[in-house]
């Protein structure tokens, strides 16, 4: 069970972009990004057995625009369907689902490489994400929703906002600031 809130603007569309990955090898990996139609898609495959995989209904091509983005994954969940949410700009998003979200835990939170904006192949080199990415926020054994990250201000414009719980065990909490732009600023170091 984790959550994963990112706020990001893309630069470059039409081509896959790589928001998160967790990878332990080729048939062992996770990876959430934006594909060459513009859909927000994830896939998990564990000893080379897809998992779940889906990609949202929409598009999102406003290279102008932040989007929040928050991802849940509550593999304990009883209702297949609610065991991944994806939520944009605070709404929930329509997906179609490839594959039966299973309630296998997956490989997120194991003691394998993971990444913000790269995916990683043993037989290519690595793709990057070509975007700005803020705020990113991973919780560790909790699945939360974006009201917990941002919120709609009196004058209707969707800003962040301080996240005030807690992050478990391999939270973290990335803000990119300038100044110190790798720096875990969670807590756990």
Do not use: C
Not at 18 to 46: G, H, I, P
Not at 144 to 152: C, H, K, S, Y
Request: glycine share 8%; net charge negative.
């Amino acid at each position: 069970t984790w959550t994963l809130s990112l706020w990001a603007k893309r630069a470059n569309l039409g081509s896959e972009q790589s928001l998160f990955n967790a990878w332990q090898n080729d048939n062992s990996r996770l990876s959430f990004n934006w594909n060459t139609s513009d859909k927000l898609t994830m896939y998990e495959q564990t000893s080379g057995n897809v998992t779940w995989e889906f990609s949202s209904d929409a598009v999102y091509r406003d290279a102008s625009a932040w989007h929040h983005i928050v991802l849940v994954r509550d593999a304990a969940n009883g209702v297949a369907a609610d065991r991944t949410k994806v939520y944009v700009n605070g709404s929930l998003a329509d997906l179609t689902q490839t594959t039966t979200l299973s309630d296998v835990d997956g490989i997120v939170n194991q003691s394998i490489l993971h990444s913000m904006g790269r995916e990683n192949h043993s037989n290519s080199p690595a793709s990057y994400l070509d975007a700005y990415i803020a705020e990113t926020h991973f919780i560790d054994g909790q699945a939360i929703g974006p009201e917990n990250f941002a919120l709609t201000d009196s004058n209707g414009v969707y800003n962040p906002i301080r996240y005030t719980g807690t992050y478990g065990t391999n939270g973290f909490y990335l803000p990119f600031e300038a100044s110190d732009i790798g720096a875990d600023k969670s807590g756990n170091g």
